[in-house]
């Protein structure tokens, strides 16, 4: 079983329980950093946000149902009064308890089911291969998208395009996908270019280095609507093969290679871990 797969099973079957990511540090064997890092790339939100929404999930569907009173519902959903139940409830789904129990019925509203233990890894992956390499620096453009939407990243990368070959001292004919800090629910992303050793950055660029590390390279067979299936097979690999991804900021990296077809988001795309020595 995966790591993430691992905090599938105890989000669900514990999820009244006031959990944290030391709990799951415990369980996992893995730290919190890590597993803060790892659990939204897979599944798309942070293991605060996923609690959230599936008990408020749950708290709608006995409003639904007919609950006897508010207030009932919103302390089992773990909320200390009904102001902050209604506040979270508004939140995630548009519209109040109230109006939930009244109308007898979850029209419009899209509840979060629960994610299947094997979402970690619902696609077959090579073995990656390995590769060591020195600090590199990227030139490129930073911004912070929701985990469970990033709309936002194509027009990210249509920003950047009309740098990408025309940077003086990048690499030639390569540009990457940066995950940089994932914190409420939202993510850091850079679209970059590699530099060249003691090239002169850009100065409408934004700077990144990341540190001399082991990389492990997987191969995504697919196109751009499919890459977080294969982040997740990726992990569950080197779960299984004893391999603990590395902590350090910016350690994990999409690489868009020469042969990467803008225009159908395939062909020529890897996704690195970097690893813990």
Do not use: C
């Amino acid at each position: 079983m995966s790591v993430v797969s691992k905090m599938l099973w105890v989000l669900e079957s514990r999820s009244r329980e006031p959990l944290g990511l030391d709990e799951l540090a415990s369980v996992t064997g893995k730290s919190r950093s890590y597993l803060s890092r790892v659990f939204p790339l897979v599944t798309g939100y942070s293991v605060t946000a996923y609690l959230r929404a599936r008990r408020l999930s749950d708290a709608a569907r006995q409003l639904a149902d007919g609950a006897p009173d508010i207030l009932s519902v919103a302390l089992e959903a773990g909320y200390g009064s009904h102001e902050a139940f209604t506040r979270a409830f508004r939140d995630q789904f548009g519209i109040t308890p109230q109006h939930v129990r009244q109308q007898r019925n979850l029209n419009g509203i899209t509840l979060v089911e629960p994610l299947r233990m094997d979402i970690a890894a619902p696609v077959s992956i090579a073995p990656p291969r390995f590769e060591d390499r020195p600090e590199m620096i990227f030139a490129g453009i930073a911004e912070r998208h929701p985990m469970n939407n990033p709309a936002g990243l194509p027009a990210q990368w249509q920003r950047f395009q009309p740098h990408i070959g025309n940077i003086d001292g990048a690499i030639a004919g390569v540009a990457y996908g940066l995950v940089g800090e994932i914190a409420d629910n939202r993510f850091e992303y850079v679209v970059a270019v590699e530099m060249r050793p003691g090239a002169e950055m850009p100065p409408d660029l934004e700077s990144v280095t990341v540190p001399a590390l082991k990389w492990a390279r997987f191969s995504h067979g697919g196109d751009l609507s499919t890459i977080r299936q294969s982040i997740g097979a990726a992990e569950q690999w080197l779960s299984d093969n004893g391999h603990e991804p590395s902590e350090a900021s910016y350690s994990f990296l999409e690489y868009y290679g020469p042969a990467f077809d803008a225009r159908s988001g395939s062909g020529d795309i890897e996704i690195w871990f970097g690893l813990q020595a």
